[in-house]
């Protein structure tokens, strides 16, 4: 059935999920906050500032307003930085249909709760949406939503016909669509792999083969079970589609903002991701509020906090990764 989809944000997932969404037929509105790129969406239908080599459908708009983009939205995608999530969720909140489902697709932690995004979203949000909350989390790249490829999401969902809903929304075509109960874990997952995706960049920028990569993405999936676990969430998530999955994605691809930061800070002299030709870098932040949730957890997490420490120095950022490395003793598993 043809839906009424609004897509708070209009960046690179915002108008990758537009493409394959308005493929489908549904109608999209994408709230965007940039003049010219709303003009492009509307009266060229691209966005080449975010999203280059997409046609969008007729039937995706760009929208100035929340008003107008959640006028007749039964499902609110949010597609912002994690940092603006919050904000631009109170300014929806008048608008959100009563029977509204939102899906939050943006990965991070709360810097208040340290509790993932979506959970502070649902919180928020009035009482006839909260129950229906879902997080959109998977191995799913925006920049290669658009070349028809299999590709998997998880939607996740304590409300069984919420996370159906949007599940079914997803799948089509090559696009695989899981559902999952544990709403905190795939939150979880979503924001501490782009902390572990930076140290997959030092295993780059250092020209460690295969073997290293192996073994670090092994141990992240370990402490992110181990998070998991303490914070009440199913560890099983950590090893899914939503911890691994998408650790390998945003950790391997070469469009991978969090590897890319990882890979050019190992010659660099600054740890400004804008001096390193980079804009959104959210795994920075999620290594200090990840490493916060994991003391306050009491969760051991030492290749996390070698990352930490990395990004926030003043020089040789991958010294404290290699140091983990050195140092990094393997027990009977
Ligand atoms: N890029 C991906 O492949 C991908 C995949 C899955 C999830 N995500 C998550 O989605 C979120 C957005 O990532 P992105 O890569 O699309 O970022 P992006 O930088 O490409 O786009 C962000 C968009 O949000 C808009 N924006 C920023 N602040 C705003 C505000 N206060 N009000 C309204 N709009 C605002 C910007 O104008 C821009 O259009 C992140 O949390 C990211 O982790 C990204």
């Known amino acids: 059935m043809k839906t009424n989809i609004a897509i708070l944000g209009a960046g690179n997932v915002g108008t990758g999920l537009a493409y394959h969404l308005g493929r489908q037929g549904h109608t999209v509105n994408m709230y965007c906050i940039e003049p010219d790129v709303l003009r492009q ?10 999203l280059r080599n997409v046609r969008l459908p007729e039937n995706v708009r760009a929208q100035a307003g929340l008003d107008a983009c959640l006028k007749d939205a039964r499902v609110a995608i949010m597609a912002v930085p994690s940092h603006a999530v919050l904000q631009v969720a109170k300014e929806a909140k008048p608008f959100l249909r009563k029977d509204a489902t939102m899906a939050c697709i943006s990965k991070g932690l709360d810097p208040q709760t340290l509790e993932p995004i979506v959970i502070s979203v649902k919180k928020n949000l009035p009482k006839a949406n909260q129950k229906r909350t879902c997080m959109i989390g998977g191995p799913a790249i ?3 939503l ?3 490829t299999p590709t998997a999401f998880v939607t996740a969902s304590t409300d069984k016909n919420a996370r159906k809903y949007i599940a079914d929304l997803l799948r089509h075509g090559h696009i695989k669509s899981a559902e999952s109960q544990d709403l905190l874990g795939v939150g979880l997952g979503a924001a501490l792999k782009n902390p572990y995706a930076i140290s997959l960049g030092f295993c780059d920028g250092l020209h460690y083969p295969t073997n290293s990569k192996a073994l670090v993405i092994t141990m992240a999936v370990s402490e992110m079970a181990g998070i998991m676990l303490r914070a009440g969430a199913d560890p099983k998530t950590a090893p899914s589609l939503a911890g691994l ?3 390998l994605v945003t950790g391997l691809s070469p469009h ?5 930061y990882g890979q050019r800070l190992v010659k660099a002299k600054s740890n400004d991701p804008a001096k390193l030709n980079l804009t959104t870098v959210e795994g920075i932040r999620a290594s200090e509020l990840g490493l916060k ?4 957890l009491r969760a051991r997490t030492p290749l996390l906090a070698s990352i930490h420490k990395g990004i926030h ?3 040789d950022f991958h010294k404290p990764f290699e140091n983990y490395l050195k140092k990094l003793k393997l027990d009977l598993i």
């Open 313 to 315: 120095s003043n020089r």
């Open 146 to 148: 658009s070349h028809d």
């Open 293 to 296: 949730l994991a003391k306050r």
């Open 142 to 144: 925006a920049t290669e």
């Open 245 to 247: 999955g998408d650790l």
């Open 41 to 50: 969406i509307n009266k060229k239908h691209c966005n080449k500032k975010y």
């Open 256 to 260: 991978g903002h969090n590897r890319t």
